[in-house]
């Protein structure tokens, strides 16, 4: 089984709004990783948490904030986001990112719009 | 660090007509690839994967693709398109960066099959 869950699978919120999206795996990986992904773009990456700490942030703004409360969970916190968020955020795992045959497994994302 | 170049767009297919996908990568070690396809509105499923011995590698749906070190190519390739194979599609370059091996995305080649 290589399944990723996200919910919701869509998301309207105002600029003054907080609201929360979650992913969940139960393949045993110990590397999360949250991505934005604007529409025929690549995905762009965001955080990365290995072993439930954060372990990788592009630099991405404080409006955006990371939560993994056990190896099987990760949130990603929103709030008084711009209309420029708007995009699809995917949600991946995989079982180790610091070896060299790590592969990333994507949940099917979280189309977000901010109005 | 590794980049990874799709150097096509847009790809126009006949239904039934063969395809093949152009990647180029550059790694100056063992590149780990990665072919992945992503229907509209969906997440990004896993087709294929290389990381060593046999260069041609055959995936999911009928692709194959095959690593060319001399050409620093991973081609995606199907002998014969149908309608549903309609989608963009990412190739993935994994490399020792920062001490993780989290792969880097092409920009991706959209697919579009006639009927």
């Known amino acids: 089984d290589t399944e990723v869950t996200q919910t919701p699978k869509h998301l309207v919120m105002g600029m003054t709004n907080k609201k929360s999206l979650k992913c969940e795996q139960h393949m045993g990986h110990r590397a999360m990783y949250w991505y934005k992904q604007k529409a025929k773009k690549p995905p762009e990456l965001m955080f990365v948490?290995?072993?439930?700490?954060?372990?990788i942030n592009e630099s991405v703004p404080s409006r955006f904030s990371p939560e993994c409360p056990n190896s099987s969970l990760l949130n990603l916190h929103l709030h008084a986001l711009q209309p420029e968020d708007s995009a699809l955020y995917l949600c991946?795992?995989?079982?180790?990112?610091?070896?060299?045959?790590?592969?990333?497994?994507f949940g099917p994302g979280t189309r977000l719009t901010v109005l | 660090a590794q980049s990874v170049t799709q150097p096509d767009i847009h790809i126009t297919v006949s239904e039934g007509a063969s395809l093949e996908l152009r990647c180029n990568y550059s790694?100056?070690?063992?590149?780990?690839l990665f072919w992945y396809v992503q229907s509209p509105g969906q997440g990004l499923q896993l087709l294929l994967k290389y990381f060593s011995g046999d260069t041609l590698v055959q995936g999911i749906k009928g692709f194959e693709a095959e690593f060319k070190r001399s050409q620093s190519s991973f081609n995606l390739r199907k002998p014969s398109v149908h309608w549903s194979d309609a989608a963009e599609y990412f190739c993935?370059?994994?490399?020792?960066?920062?001490?993780?091996?989290?792969?880097?995305f092409g920009r991706g080649t959209s697919l579009i099959v006639h009927p």
């Open positions: 948490y290995s072993y439930e700490k954060l372990s």
């Open positions: 790694y100056g070690a063992t590149p780990y």
């Open positions: 991946a795992s995989s079982q180790e990112m610091r070896i060299p045959t790590d592969t990333q497994y």
């Open positions: 993935a370059v994994g490399g020792a960066s920062g001490g993780s091996y989290i792969p880097t």
